[in-house]
Antibody, heavy 118, light 108 residues
Framework: QVQLQESGPGLVKPSQTLSLTCTVS??????????WSWIRQPAGKGLEWIGR???????NYNPSLKSRVTISVDTSKNQFSLKLSSVTAADTAVYYC??????????WGQGTLVTVSS | DIQMTQSPSSLSASVGDRVTITCQAS??????LNWYQQKPGKAPKLLIY???NLETGVPSRFSGSGSGTDFTFTISSLQPEDIATYYC??????????FGQGTKLEIK
């Protein structure tokens, strides 16, 4: 059973870069046909897909965030990461890492709250 | 962009009631539609994939139907543990994914 765990700073200053890592356990990030995604959820609001990476390193991003997002993978550590630059208060949210084959998100991390504030 | 519109946004029902949530896509998405359950403070959980297929381990009181632009999620007999927010999610135009705005289900 694949398990995902997010980690990273819970507080980021405006205009800085948010950086989060998702550690995968119970399976290799390099095996199978899984895509590895980041999804966020502002307090009391719905879910927004941020982007995904395949084990080959190919990435896809939400067009609304594309200019500020970078997702990378470190197969040696069984991790993938999110960087979101030039953050504002609007980026305050619970950030989830998730994985699935093609269209669904089968596995989710527990989520980590990131607050953007000075 | 494909927009997903869920209704209602909130719903109050009694234990044992049949509950129905609808999700409408702004364009034809075939059956590329999933349903998730999110309990407070928890990550979403996949319940239904490809519009009507029950994820392994999910109780049979949950079901989904529909294709094209109109989809329905049903709980045949509401249980107290079903209190959650439910989201639909389309994946017709991969690699873009879109979620509905959610339906908050409460016990009457």
């Amino acid at each position: 059973q694949v398990q995902l765990q997010e980690s990273g700073p819970g507080l980021v200053k405006p205009s800085q870069t948010l950086s989060l890592t998702c550690t995968v356990s119970g399976g290799s990030i390099s095996s199978g046909s899984y895509y590895w995604s980041w999804i966020r959820q502002p307090a009391g609001k719905g879910l927004e897909w941020i982007g995904r990476i395949y084990t080959s390193g190919s990435t896809n991003y939400n067009p609304s965030l594309k200019s500020r997002v970078t997702i990378s993978v470190d197969t040696s550590k069984n991790q993938f990461s999110l960087k979101l630059s030039s953050v504002t208060a609007a980026d305050t949210a619970v950030y989830y890492c998730a994985s699935g084959v093609a269209g669904s998100f089968d596995y989710w991390g527990q989520g980590t709250l990131v607050t953007v504030s000075s | 962009d494909i927009q997903m519109t869920q209704s209602p946004s909130s719903l109050s029902a009694s234990v044992g009631d049949r509950v129905t949530i609808t999700c409408q896509a702004s364009q034809d998405i075939s059956n590329y539609l999933n349903w998730y359950q999110q309990k407070p403070g928890k990550a979403p959980k996949l319940l239904i994939y490809d519009a009507s297929n029950l994820e392994t381990g999910v109780p049979s009181r949950f079901s989904g139907s529909g294709s094209g632009t109109d989809f329905t999620f049903t709980i045949s007999s509401l249980q107290p543990e079903d209190i959650a927010t439910y989201y639909c999610q389309q994946y017709d135009n991969l690699p873009q994914y879109t979620f509905g705005q959610g339906t908050k289900l409460e016990i009457k």
